[in-house]
């Protein structure tokens, strides 16, 4: 994660102490710990920490400053996200297109900071005309109404999914059949087709032979293997009676 630091994320203006919570959590989910809060109307308070709920050490550590001006001067990328017609909409790219160049960015170690205006009214002409990239999130034209915390997890999974995106944390370790599973799973069966005289008129070593070729592609784990250990052995009680 460590090149992923060199990403801030940046709150203009916020209005709603539980949007910054929320838009911590959403940036902590995705890998990123940096959150400055430029000139909030409204600064963090317990409902922001109720809503970060794991994330609440973004929370704290975040940074309240004065001007946008003080936290994006070492940054080589700055982008301005938004929603709104603006003069400056002929400039504007998706997520996805600017992408490639954050990745650029980070792997070179330089700054990235990813600006987000006020709740109701945006980024204001001046913020956004300090920024070097125009960025919005297609939606439904006729609905065109992300909320803060949605934008910014939006766009940090762009960031994550391109950074890492390793799904191993999520799977639980696998242990395979061995040989002696398979042996014993063969074994089984061949009991059953002679106790169900499955054989008559067939060759046995053949059958016994397709039988493990299957085993082999089948490439069981070992759960698997119990689970038709079980099945055999009750196939194998039943019969008996």
Not at 6 to 20: E, F, V
Not at 120 to 138: A, K
């Amino acid at each position: 994660m460590k090149s992923l630091n060199n990403i801030q994320i940046i709150l203009c203006n916020t209005s709603h102490p539980g949007n910054i919570g929320s838009a911590a959590r959403a940036m902590k989910t995705m890998g990123l710990y940096k959150l400055i809060l430029v000139d909030p109307i409204a600064k963090p308070d317990d409902h922001s920490l109720a809503l970060s709920c794991n994330a609440r050490d973004v929370v704290e550590n975040a940074r309240i400053v004065a001007s946008l001006d003080e936290v994006i001067a070492s940054s080589e990328l700055v982008i301005a996200m938004t929603g709104r017609k603006r003069e400056f909409s002929d400039r504007l790219i998706t997520p996805k297109a600017v992408i490639p160049e954050i990745m650029s960015a980070i792997a070179n170690n330089a700054q990235v900071s990813i600006v987000f205006g006020n709740e109701q009214h945006g980024l204001t002409i001046e913020q956004q005309e300090r920024c070097n990239r125009l960025v919005t999130i297609p939606g439904n034209p006729e609905y065109f109404s992300l909320n803060l915390a949605q934008a910014v997890q939006i766009m940090c999974y762009e960031i994550y999914s391109n950074y890492n995106p390793d799904l191993t944390h999520l799977i639980n370790p696998v242990q395979k059949a061995n040989h002696g599973d398979s042996q014993y799973l063969l074994a089984s069966l061949d009991k059953i087709m002679q106790q169900t005289e499955y054989y008559t008129k067939k060759n046995p070593e053949r059958i016994m032979r397709r039988l493990q070729k299957i085993l082999h592609k089948a490439d069981l784990e070992r759960e698997e293997a119990d689970l038709l250990h079980g099945i055999f052995k009750q196939i194998q009680r039943k019969l008996g009676q």
